[in-house]
Nanobody, 116 residues
Protein backbone atom coordinates (compact mmCIF):
# COMPACT_ATOMS: atom_id res chain seq x y z
CA UNK A 1 0.00 0.00 0.00
CA UNK A 2 1.03 3.60 -0.49
CA UNK A 3 2.94 5.05 2.42
CA UNK A 4 4.42 8.50 2.90
CA UNK A 5 6.63 9.10 5.92
CA UNK A 6 7.84 12.61 6.72
CA UNK A 7 10.80 13.43 8.92
CA UNK A 8 13.12 16.31 9.72
CA UNK A 9 10.85 18.67 11.61
CA UNK A 10 11.76 20.32 14.87
CA UNK A 11 12.29 23.55 16.76
CA UNK A 12 14.44 26.18 15.09
CA UNK A 13 15.16 29.84 15.73
CA UNK A 14 14.04 32.52 13.28
CA UNK A 15 16.47 32.70 10.40
CA UNK A 16 17.42 29.07 10.77
CA UNK A 17 17.08 26.15 8.39
CA UNK A 18 15.51 22.72 8.30
CA UNK A 19 15.37 19.99 5.69
CA UNK A 20 12.25 17.87 5.56
CA UNK A 21 12.19 14.46 3.93
CA UNK A 22 9.28 12.35 2.74
CA UNK A 23 10.02 8.69 2.06
CA UNK A 24 7.50 7.09 -0.28
CA UNK A 25 6.67 3.45 -0.89
CA UNK A 26 3.96 1.34 -2.47
CA UNK A 27 3.87 3.07 -5.84
CA UNK A 28 6.16 3.94 -8.74
CA UNK A 29 7.48 7.13 -7.19
CA UNK A 30 9.25 8.44 -10.27
CA UNK A 31 6.02 8.59 -12.24
CA UNK A 32 4.17 11.01 -9.98
CA UNK A 33 4.35 14.64 -9.02
CA UNK A 34 4.73 15.33 -5.33
CA UNK A 35 3.57 18.17 -3.11
CA UNK A 36 4.33 19.60 0.31
CA UNK A 37 1.52 21.18 2.32
CA UNK A 38 1.40 22.77 5.73
CA UNK A 39 -1.26 23.46 8.31
CA UNK A 40 -0.96 25.89 11.18
CA UNK A 41 -3.37 25.81 14.13
CA UNK A 42 -6.70 27.35 13.16
CA UNK A 43 -5.75 27.53 9.50
CA UNK A 44 -6.62 25.48 6.48
CA UNK A 45 -4.03 23.21 4.96
CA UNK A 46 -2.14 25.09 2.26
CA UNK A 47 0.02 24.03 -0.63
CA UNK A 48 3.63 25.06 -0.08
CA UNK A 49 5.54 23.52 -2.98
CA UNK A 50 5.15 21.06 -5.82
CA UNK A 51 7.52 19.19 -8.09
CA UNK A 52 6.95 17.26 -11.31
CA UNK A 53 7.70 13.57 -11.58
CA UNK A 54 11.09 14.17 -13.19
CA UNK A 55 11.96 17.12 -10.98
CA UNK A 56 12.23 19.45 -13.94
CA UNK A 57 9.60 21.91 -12.75
CA UNK A 58 8.77 23.27 -9.34
CA UNK A 59 6.18 25.66 -7.96
CA UNK A 60 5.94 27.54 -4.68
CA UNK A 61 3.43 29.57 -2.73
CA UNK A 62 4.47 33.22 -2.79
CA UNK A 63 5.22 33.33 0.93
CA UNK A 64 8.09 30.83 0.63
CA UNK A 65 9.57 31.75 -2.75
CA UNK A 66 13.30 32.34 -2.49
CA UNK A 67 13.47 30.60 0.91
CA UNK A 68 12.23 27.05 0.33
CA UNK A 69 13.41 24.53 -2.24
CA UNK A 70 11.61 21.32 -3.16
CA UNK A 71 13.63 18.51 -4.71
CA UNK A 72 13.44 14.78 -5.18
CA UNK A 73 15.64 11.74 -5.53
CA UNK A 74 13.75 9.16 -7.57
CA UNK A 75 16.40 6.53 -6.87
CA UNK A 76 15.65 6.89 -3.16
CA UNK A 77 11.88 7.40 -3.52
CA UNK A 78 12.21 10.56 -1.48
CA UNK A 79 11.08 14.15 -1.81
CA UNK A 80 12.70 16.94 0.18
CA UNK A 81 11.84 20.43 1.33
CA UNK A 82 14.83 22.60 2.18
CA UNK A 83 13.64 25.51 4.28
CA UNK A 84 15.95 28.48 4.85
CA UNK A 85 15.46 31.86 6.50
CA UNK A 86 12.62 30.43 8.54
CA UNK A 87 10.09 32.78 10.07
CA UNK A 88 7.68 32.30 12.99
CA UNK A 89 4.82 32.27 10.49
CA UNK A 90 6.29 29.11 8.95
CA UNK A 91 5.32 27.25 12.11
CA UNK A 92 3.00 24.42 11.10
CA UNK A 93 2.67 20.70 10.59
CA UNK A 94 4.15 19.88 7.20
CA UNK A 95 2.71 17.07 5.10
CA UNK A 96 3.72 15.46 1.86
CA UNK A 97 1.02 14.43 -0.58
CA UNK A 98 0.81 12.12 -3.54
CA UNK A 99 -2.05 11.55 -5.95
CA UNK A 100 -1.75 8.01 -7.28
CA UNK A 101 -4.31 6.78 -9.79
CA UNK A 102 -6.63 9.59 -8.64
CA UNK A 103 -6.40 8.59 -4.98
CA UNK A 104 -4.84 11.18 -2.66
CA UNK A 105 -2.43 10.00 0.01
CA UNK A 106 -0.99 11.98 2.90
CA UNK A 107 1.83 11.37 5.29
CA UNK A 108 1.40 11.70 9.04
CA UNK A 109 3.04 15.11 9.09
CA UNK A 110 6.09 16.56 10.84
CA UNK A 111 5.94 19.56 13.17
CA UNK A 112 8.03 22.61 12.38
CA UNK A 113 8.22 25.28 15.07
CA UNK A 114 10.07 28.53 14.48
CA UNK A 115 10.58 30.39 17.72
CA UNK A 116 13.26 32.14 19.72
Amino acid sequence: QVQLVESGGGLVQPGGSLRLSCAASGFTFGQYAMRWYRQAPGNERELVAAITSDGARTEYVDSVKGRFTISRDNAKNTVYLQMNSLKPEDTAVYYCRASVLRVVYWGQGTQVTVSS
